[in-house]
T-cell receptor, first 115, second 111 residues
Framework: DQQVKQNSPSLSVQEGRISILNCDYTNSMFDYFLWYKKYPAEGPTFLIS?????DKNEDGRFTVFLNKSAKHLSLHIVPSQPGDSAVYFC??????????????FGKGTLLTVNP | DAGITQSPRHKVTETGTPVTLRCHQT?????MYWYRQDPGHGLRLIHYSYGVKDTDKGEVSDGYSVSRSKTEDFLLTLESATSSQTSVYFCAISEDSGRGFFGPGTRLTVL
């Protein structure tokens, strides 16, 4: 049973527009959420995270929103750039301490930003 | 970039042979993890380590064993490789603050 779901396998947007990537989770114990970006033949790279005590976290062009009641989070990229084209993974864990990098991942969404 | 390397980066082997993948870090992080990535599955945790000689199983541990005799090295062994273990394997490290990093990955093909 998939505990973290990314229901859109792919997303295509125009350069300069907003990209919105969505993620749903089913495990109520999850209290820390992360987004990773992955290029082919490379390891995932951490983008941004959010704790369940917050509903929004912002870092430059990247903003993550968390709706705990809906068990839903989203990553907004504004403005989107061609270099943002990659696979984006949503991940969740119980706790945010170092020992809790035991992450449960979604299947990923391939974002393509067209010039 | 975090000081984390994986070796080999690519390996082709035959069914039934033992295979060992190595993860090496220079960050002195306490926690280390092995994940596998397969199409349609995202990344899944195989094993993890809380410290030297302190390891535990993850979600997909069957057919895998690990060892950590030094802080900097975390070895993943496939005792008898099967075609279902064809995958890309990622090592990760994390510190007490929770910040973590992934290695570049090892692509393993079992024929």
């Amino acid at each position: 049973d998939q505990q973290v779901k990314q229901n859109s396998p792919s997303l295509s947007v125009q350069e300069g527009r907003i990209s919105i990537l969505n993620c749903d989770y089913t495990n109520s114990m999850f209290d820390y959420f992360l987004w990773y970006k992955k290029y082919p033949a490379e390891g995932p790279t951490f983008l941004i995270s959010i704790s369940s005590i917050k509903d929004k976290n912002e870092d430059g062009r990247f903003t993550v929103f968390l709706n705990k009641s809906a068990k839903h989070l989203s990553l907004h990229i504004v403005p989107s750039q061609p270099g943002d084209s990659a696979v984006y993974f949503c991940a969740a864990s119980v706790g945010s301490g170092g020992s809790n990098y035991k992450l449960t991942f979604g299947k990923g969404t391939l974002l393509t930003v067209n010039p | 970039d975090a000081g984390i390397t994986q070796s080999p980066r690519h390996k082709v082997t035959e069914t039934g042979t033992p295979v060992t993948l190595r993860c090496h870090q220079t960050e002195n992080h306490r926690y280390m993890y092995w994940y596998r990535q397969d199409p349609g599955h995202g990344l899944r945790l195989i094993h993890y380590s809380y410290g030297v000689k302190d390891t535990d199983k993850g979600e997909v541990s069957d057919g895998y064993s690990v060892s950590r005799s030094k802080t900097e090295d975390f070895l993943l062994t496939l005792e008898s490789a099967t075609s279902s273990q064809t995958s890309v394997y990622f090592c990760a490290i994390s510190e007490d603050s929770g910040r973590g990093f992934f290695g570049p990955g090892t692509r393993l093909t079992v024929l």
